[in-house]
């Protein structure tokens, strides 16, 4: 990939990630680790716009002539076999949204699924140990682009293992295979902590990341804006109820009792659910009554009670609680 060009549009002062409304720390460091070409890790909790941030910088990759082959080799520095032997005589070109290729990180992920396996019909006419028989993975997919592992901490350590190698020497060897092939891609992954139904990642693995961080949206004008611009409007809805929606789901996130709290997307979704029960109930404004039909469909499996605090009551009970004491208090203003 073109890097000067690259690099000089995360130098631009404009913000080049404009998908993202707030979090400038992570952007800084986003483009600081860019810069210095290091792959990384974004951490924060769900729906705050990791993989939108991810899929920003793809955007932000010239495009390329490259072959027309699996491998998005450069005519001039080609790396798969085909092109090698000048088997691949077609280029075209390749915007750097093209070259953004995604793995979701799974149990049943493996490394094959990373680095590539055998293609039964090719090996059946050159042999299985013939590198004309591999079929590339999704690294070489993401040759001259990003890689993105989302969740990545759900992925069994064997795939860790397999991504030690290509992240360090920005190579692969290939199983029986004799020859190394070169990988070049920005490495891109995300973890969620408040996920608890995960792999633990390697001190080794670790090591060869930078980690940026990610939380939820700095402040209640930050977190109206996202949800005013994110959300589909269907009908009116007052701001005093727009305010009185980002007031209690930040409070929620202040509650002790919670393992698992709300993302933006249940911001979202509480502000939608009241436009759709408005329309339902034969009106063209939102008001409170649709807000709070809506509350226990769309944040009671948003949320997590610790162990202590679910012997108590469930996560309806405890919305329907908070709601009610947050509207004695007469924040709905």
């Known amino acids: ?27 800084k460091q986003l483009k600081s680790a860019l810069l210095s070409e290091r792959h990384l890790i974004i951490v924060g909790p769900s729906g705050i716009g990791k993989t939108t941030l991810a899929k920003n910088v793809a955007k932000l990759l010239p495009t390329i002539t490259v072959n027309d082959c699996a491998y998005n080799c450069l005519p001039e520095k080609p790396i798969c076999p085909e092109c090698r032997e000048g088997k691949t005589q077609k280029t075209k070109q390749s915007a750097g949204e093209e070259r953004f290729v995604r793995l979701q990180g799974s149990p049943d992920l493996t490394s094959e699924d990373l680095l590539g396996d055998i293609d039964p019909v090719k090996a059946m006419k050159h042999g299985t140990t013939s590198i004309i028989s591999f079929k590339p993975g999704k690294i070489f ?22 991504l030690l190698q290509v992240l360090e020497e920005s190579r692969a060897t290939i199983g029986s295979y004799t020859i190394d092939l070169e990988t070049n891609f920005i490495f891109i992954g995300t ?35 996202i949800m005013l611009e994110k959300s589909t409007h269907l009908t009116d809805v007052p701001q005093k109820l727009a305010k009185t929606i980002i007031r209690f789901i930040r409070q929620l996130r202040e509650d002790k009792r919670l393992e698992k709290l709300p993302s933006v997307r249940a911001t979202i979704g509480l502000y939608e659910r009241a436009q759709s029960n408005a329309l339902l109930n034969g009106r063209h404004e939102a008001n409170l009554e649709d807000l709070k039909e809506a509350v226990t469909s769309v944040l009671a499996h948003r949320i997590e009670l610790k162990p202590s605090a679910k012997y108590l009551l469930t996560p309806e009970q405890l919305l329907n609680d908070e709601l009610e004491e947050f509207l004695k208090k007469g924040d709905y203003r």
């Open 191 to 225: 973890i969620n902590k408040q996920d608890t139904s995960t792999e633990q990642l390697s001190d080794v693995f670790m090591d060869r990341l930078d980690v940026v961080y990610m939380s939820y949206p700095e402040s209640p004008e930050t977190e109206e804006r």
């Open 141 to 162: 997919h993401a040759n001259n682009g990003v890689l993105f592992f989302d969740e990545l901490n759900r992925c069994p350590e064997k795939v860790q293992n397999a």
């Open 1 to 27: 990939m073109e890097k000067s060009e690259f690099k000089a549009k995360l130098l631009e002062k404009e913000d080049c990630f404009p998908e993202i409304i707030g979090q400038e720390d992570a952007k």
